[in-house]
């Protein structure tokens, strides 16, 4: 059984910080996630971010899901159906589980925002120019979206720094702002077949659940059909 307790919220460093214990088979390991003050107002105190994260990696291990916190009962309903039916079929070697909730919650009233994500790589991009404001588009930008992994080394630091570097002045150029979601989210999704190329998607997902008091709407982009990941 995978058990996703109860999120906190908590403020440090300029940063706030989104964070649950995870227990899995009776070891507990904290998940969190974290954005810069200015955002806060945008985070969920839901465990949406949590279940969307964790999804994956209880399939492939086999565990049932147990919410502790409050979540959006649309969300386990679709974890329960038709996501998991999405996710066998792409990936076979995913097993169906269930996932029980203890506070369901209706769907939050749809927050005005519209963000897509902002790697500087040319999926991104193509999605950012579709939607930009200047478009006319009926849903257009207001945020663009960065998420971070961890970094374990000077090196991968010193690259992580310029990456930012770049993005930041991108978005300056689009005349839109861009929220960096830190998290250590993908220290979960090793092994068990699960590679970044067949996680990205929910874990990104996982970073517009966790904005969603600000974000209603968020535009993905990836590289090739998600069926051939």
């Known amino acids: 059984m995978l058990i996703i307790r109860k999120p906190q919220i908590t403020t440090e460093n300029g940063y706030t910080k989104y964070s649950c214990l995870i227990e ?5 390991s904290p998940l969190w996630m ?4 200015q955002w806060s107002e945008f985070v969920s105190e839901r465990s949406d971010a949590a279940l969307l994260a964790f999804l994956m ?3 492939a291990a086999g565990h049932g899901i147990h919410v502790e916190g409050p979540v959006s009962q649309e969300l386990v309903e679709h974890s329960n159906d038709l996501g998991q039916a999405i996710l066998v079929g792409v990936f076979g070697h995913l097993k169906k589980t269930t996932v029980l909730a203890r506070e369901m919650m209706p769907a939050c009233s749809r927050a005005a925002g519209v963000a897509a994500g902002l790697s500087c790589g040319f999926d991104s991009l193509c999605t950012i120019a579709d939607y930009l404001p200047s478009t006319g588009r009926s849903v257009a930008l207001t945020h663009l979206i960065h998420n971070d992994a961890i970094v374990r080394s000077e090196k991968a630091r010193l690259a992580q720094t310029a990456l930012h570097e770049r993005i930041a002045a991108m978005a300056d150029s689009l005349a839109l702002p861009i929220i960096f979601v830190a998290s250590n989210v993908s220290s979960f999704c090793t092994g068990k077949g699960l590679n970044y190329s ?6 990104n997902a996982a970073s517009a659940a966790l904005l969603q008091r600000g974000i209603g709407v968020y535009l993905y982009a990836s590289a090739s059909a998600y069926a051939y990941h």
Do not use: N
């Not at 974290?34 to 003050?37: H, L, N, S």
């Not at 067949?198 to 874990?203: A, C, D, E, N, P």
């Open 198 to 203: 067949r996680v990205h998607t929910l874990q």
């Open 57 to 59: 990696p209880a399939m």
């Open 24 to 28: 899995i088979d009776g070891k507990e």
């Open 34 to 37: 974290r954005v810069a003050d």
